[in-house]
C-alpha cells in the first residue's frame, strides 16, 4: 500500500513536470479538456424542455423537467426580466418568488422524484403592449426544513447538493396586438418601431424600387427587439444610405416560415 502511494506520487510529480514543457502545454490542456468533457452526465441531475418558449394567446406556455438524478430532488424556479435583449446592454432582473403581473411560473418550488417528470406552467395576468424577454431558471437545491428527517432516518429528498447545473428557459410575451415595423435611420441603422421582435436571416440591398431583380442578398443573422435599433454586419451603412431599397428575410414567429419584408426610404 505504501509502496503504491510513493509510486503515485512519483507518477504525479513526473506529470506536473511534462506538463510544465511548453511543447506539451497543448497536449495536458486536451487532458484536461477531455476530462470536464466526461463530466456533464454525473452534473446533468436533470433535464429541462423546450429552452425557449413563446406564451400563445391565451398567455400561457409549459415547459417539462425530467429527473437524470438516481435520488428525489428539491427544485427552486426564478424568473429573471431580461431588459435591453439582443443587445450589448443586455442585463437579467431578477423578479422575487418567480411572481410578478406579467410573469408567474407554477409550481415555483417542488420534489422531482428520481426518473420522474414535472411540468411547469407559465401564466402571464398583464397584457403587453410590446414584446418582452424572460428568463426562468431551474436549479437543484437542498430541501426545506420542515421536509428535512429529524429522526436520523434517510431523507426521501436529497439534502446534498453538489456541482449542479441550473437551467434557463428563454421566455417570450408577446403584445395583445403585433405590429411589424422597421424603418432605416440616417446613421445606417434600423430601428424597431413595431411591437414585436424580428427575426432577421438575410438582408438584400435593391438599385430600384420594387425590383427584386435589382437585389443583391447577403446572410445577416440578428434579432431587433421593439425600441431598439440595429447595425447589419453584412452591409456599411454607405452602401446602405446608397440603397433605393432595403428587403429584408425574417422567420415568422407563429408559422416559423420564412417571409419578406420591405422598408420604405
Known sequence: MEESRHQTLRYGNSFALFCKKKFARLLCFSLILMTFLSMPAALANMSVYPMEVTLNSQGAAQVQTLSQSGEAQFIKVSIKRIDRPATQFEKEILIEDAVSHSLIATPDKFALASGSQRIIRLISLQPQEKETAWRVYFEAV??????????????????????????????????????????????????????????????????????????????????????????????????????????????DQKTRNMNEYVLGK
Open 142 to 251: 437542498g430541501a426545506p426544513e420542515e421536509l428535512k428527517d429529524n429522526t436520523g432516518q434517510e431523507n426521501k429528498i436529497s439534502n446534498q447538493v453538489g456541482i449542479n447545473l441550473v437551467w434557463g428557459v428563454l421566455v417570450h410575451i408577446p403584445p395583445k396586438h403585433a405590429v411589424l415595423s422597421l424603418i432605416p435611420l440616417s446613421s445606417g441603422d434600423v430601428k424597431n418601431n413595431g411591437t414585436v421582435r424580428m427575426v432577421i436571416r438575410e438582408v438584400a440591398l435593391c438599385l430600384q424600387k420594387n425590383s427584386s431583380g435589382s437585389c443583391q442578398w447577403k446572410q445577416e443573422h440578428a434579432t431587433v427587439y421593439p425600441d431598439e435599433t440595429l447595425r447589419f454586419k453584412a452591409w456599411t451603412p454607405a452602401e446602405i444610405n446608397a440603397a433605393q431599397e432595403i428587403r429584408i428575410k425574417y422567420v
